[in-house]
Structures are given as C-alpha cells and as structure tokens.
C-alpha cells in the first residue's frame, strides 16, 4: 500500500512538472495555470501581488478565455469576472469566452454562461466567421443554454458569412422544442446557407425526427433544393433514413425529382454501400421513375447490375417495369 502510494505521488508530480513545461512553452503565466487547475485562492493571491489578469499566452487566450472552454472551475471564472477580466476579449479566431462556454454548454457551461452575461458580455457578438454564441449553443442541442441566450437579447435570425443560423444547427439534434423555441424567437425554417441547406434538409441528414415533424408542422418546404439540386427527400433516402423518407413522403415530397446530371433518387442510392430495397420501393409507390438515366444513358437497374450482389434490389426494379 505504501509503494502504490508513493508511485501516485511520483506519478503526480511528474504530470505537474509536464503540464508546467507546457504552460511555459505555451507562454502561460502562473495566473493562468492556476485558473486551470481550479485554484481560486492562487488566482486572486496572485491578482492582489500585481499578475495580470488579462494577459495571453502564445495563442492569444486569457485565463478568462481558458477557463470558459474548459470549464471545470466555475467558481474560478466567476473570480476573474469580480477581478475585471475583460468579458468580451476574444481568441485569435474572434471567439469570446461566452462563445466557449456555449459550444459546450454541460451544467458547468451554463452557470458560466450566466456569469458572463451578469457581467455584460456581448450575447450577439460574432466570430471571424461571423457565428454567434446562441449559432453554438444551438449546435448543443442543449435547450437550457439557447434559452438562456434568448433571454438576454440573442438575435436568433443572425446567419454566418456561410448563411448558418441557430435553426439550421438545433435541426441537427436538438429537440422539437428547441426549434420551435428558435423559431418563435424568429428564425426562418425558410433560411438556408450558401449550399442550400435548411433546417429541414438537416434534420433529415441527422435522422433528427422531432426536428423534421416541428419543422414541417411550421411549413417548411419538403421540396427545397440544395445548390447542387439534391432535394431534402434524396438527402434522407442516401443517408439511409427510413422514417425520414416516411416523414417527406407523407409530406407530399417530390419522389419522381432529378438532379442536373439526370439521377433521380433511386440511382442516388445506388451509389451508397447498402440500398435498402424497402425504401426503394416505397420511393417508387410514390412516383419515382425507375428508367430515369444519367448523363451516360445509366438506368437504375443496369447500374445495380454493374455492381452485382444486390438481388433484391434488381426484383423491385425489375417488379416496377425497370429497364437497363
């Protein structure tokens, strides 16, 4: 027992000696270490001696901006806050310490989340790429923290340079309330980014049900394209999502839609490593032409011939009049 406990403490100090080598490669100041390892007594000993509490390491963060991220310490940020730390200072990227805090959001996160706004951060405020706290904590999926964002004056129609908004990241996993709470706030189901992505085509890649029932309840388009005119239904049925296939179809999407280079959904699918025959016929019930060919003069069918092992799906092309 004594052995194992001295092999700890080696163990242990040889990790305090690592981490303080690293903190010196990265340009850490004692402050700053202290506030990672939770050491509130340290942090305000080493304020009142004169440290600064805004200083940056190599990278640009503050001890502010480091804890945020991390978030471990809450009672060591609520101390830099009471210190002065500059609450808006942001990272080299343009990233403020509440948008750390939101890209995580667990219960630590969001009791930093509010001592930063108790001390006037800047809730729609953008990065270098133009995203805001609420676009990360939206992409959490955690409710509690857009909420709370929300209720101090986030700006939920705030699209990036990419066009992302908040809705188009909850849709990928967070709750139907979540993105009823974002649309209530304002954002567009309508809004789409530079690729023509909308909140319901990525409810639909994520397999996100909740999301795609609140979404469509709403109006949103079963029919929207993307910029490379994939539609929300050929979207579902390539990533192998039945019951999101299920979802648009009853929702009147367009089974019988091609892109530009002929394909229509079943040759879509037949590029992936598993069609599901189930879905494939489902999509023909519901008017997809199996002898739709390609910019070669491909059908469906030659094309599940070419690949070879797919007997089921050859019968149900076969069973719907397909044709090579």
């Known amino acids: 027992m004594l052995r194992a406990a001295r092999l700890l403490c080696v163990a242990l100090l040889g990790a305090a000696a690592s981490f303080g080598l690293l903190a010196q490669q990265f340009g850490r100041t004692p ?21 600064s509490i805004d200083a940056t390491d190599q990278f640009g963060d503050t001890a502010l901006l480091l804890t945020t991220r991390q978030g471990s310490w809450p ?14 200072r942001p ?16 219960p630590n996160h969001l009791r930093i989340v509010a001592a930063l706004l108790r001390h006037g951060a800047s809730v729609n405020r953008r ?27 986030a700006d939920a129609t705030i699209a990036s340079r990419d066009g992302d908004t908040a ?15 974002l649309m209530a706030a304002g954002a567009s189901h309508r809004a789409a980014n530079k690729y023509g992505d909308t909140p319901l085509r990525e409810a ?24 490379d005119g994939t539609s929300v239904l050929m979207t579902a049925a390539v990533r192998g999502n039945p019951r999101a296939v299920e979802i648009l179809l009853a929702a009147k999407a367009d089974a ?7 394909r229509g959904v079943l040759m879509l699918m037949l590029g992936t490593p598993d069609p599901s025959p189930e879905t ?22 030659k094309l599940a011939r070419v690949r070879g092992n797919l007997p089921e799906v050859e019968r149900v092309l076969v069973q719907a009049g397909g044709k090579e």
């Open 127 to 153: 990065d270098d790429l133009g995203y805001t706290a609420l676009y990360f904590a939206a992409a959490t999926g955690v409710e509690a923290c857009s909420r709370q964002l929300l209720a101090a004056g």
């Open 256 to 262: 019988n839609a091609r892109i530009p280079d002929g």
């Open 31 to 51: 402050l700053m270490q202290a506030a990672l390892f939770g050491q509130v007594d340290e942090v305000l000993s080493l304020a009142r001696a004169g440290a």
């Open 91 to 106: 990272s080299q990227i343009g990233r403020t310490p509440l948008m750390h805090a939101t890209e995580v959001c667990s």
């Open 167 to 181: 809705l188009l990241a909850a849709s990928r996993k967070g709750s139907a309330s979540h993105v009823q709470l």
């Open 280 to 301: 494939m016929s489902k999509l023909i019930a519901a008017g997809a032409n199996p002898n739709w060919t390609d910019q070669f003069g491909w059908t469906a069918l």
């Open 75 to 88: 009672e060591v940020v609520d101390a830099l806050l009471e210190l002065g730390a500059k609450v808006d």
């Open 204 to 227: 639909a890649f994520y397999d996100n049900i909740p999301a795609m029932t609140a979404l469509l309840a709403a109006g949103a388009d079963p029919n929207a394209r993307q910029t």
